[in-house]
């Protein structure tokens, strides 16, 4: 997915919303005549859309998001996209995170900017019937990090939650701040926050 170089993201998101940071919820502004293609589409913008809320429908995965039009273009935005912009006023490096892995969830306290790895690591992942980073291995639990030429043993442990206590703190070390309780019910995927049309 391709940035659009042409339009300025941050003026963009400004004046198209009002942003509560401590709710994450958007409301339609009203926009300048010149933001669009006729006076028409003007008028139409500010009977169906203007004081309404805006990002209200989620897709497939739970992200909210919303097309703007501007001079003929259509942009997509993602929720977390815009509120990282609209209250750093910059366009994010790589990716925005959700803290909580909650994809619906776009209060500023709750995004931060990551790396594809970073982002990648605050996610949750099916393993199967055991706790994440702990397997069977005779009478005891091995505990292990990582995955081929990254596959780091931690050792055997009397039961599985102390293999998996040994995970966790090998997991913060390696992933700070990103390392998720890999057991928690929210699932987690990447996605840059923006489509251009």
């Known amino acids: 997915m391709s940035r659009p170089e042409d339009i300025d993201l941050v003026a963009l998101v400004r004046e198209c919303f009002d942003y509560n940071q401590d709710t994450g919820a958007f409301v339609w502004r009203d926009r300048p005549a010149a933001s669009f293609l ?4 003007a008028k139409a913008h500010r009977t169906n ?5 805006a990002f209200i429908s989620p ?7 919303c097309q703007v039009r501007l001079r003929g273009k259509i942009i997509r935005l993602s929720a977390h996209f815009a509120a990282y912009v609209y209250v750093t006023g910059k366009v994010p ?3 925005i995170d959700h803290r ?3 994809r619906s969830d776009n209060r500023f306290d709750n995004l931060r900017e990551a790396t594809g790895h970073g982002n990648s690591q605050n996610r ?5 019937q055991y706790l994440t ?5 005779g009478r005891r639990w091995q505990a292990a990090i990582g995955a081929g030429v990254n596959y780091k043993y931690l050792g055997l442990f009397d039961s599985e939650q102390e293999a998996h206590a040994a995970y966790l703190r090998a997991a913060k070390a390696a992933y700070g701040e990103f390392a998720a309780n890999q057991n928690d019910e ?3 995927i990447a996605h840059h926050g923006f489509v251009s049309s």
Do not use: I
């Open 38 to 41: 006729s006076t028409r589409a």
């Open 49 to 53: 859309h203007v004081g309404k809320p």
């Open 59 to 65: 897709d497939k995965d739970g992200y909210l998001w």
């Open 93 to 95: 490096a790589d990716q």
């Open 100 to 102: 909580n892995r909650v």
């Open 124 to 128: 949750v992942t099916t393993r199967g």
């Open 133 to 137: 980073g702990a397997r069977p291995s």
């Open 186 to 188: 929210f699932p987690r």
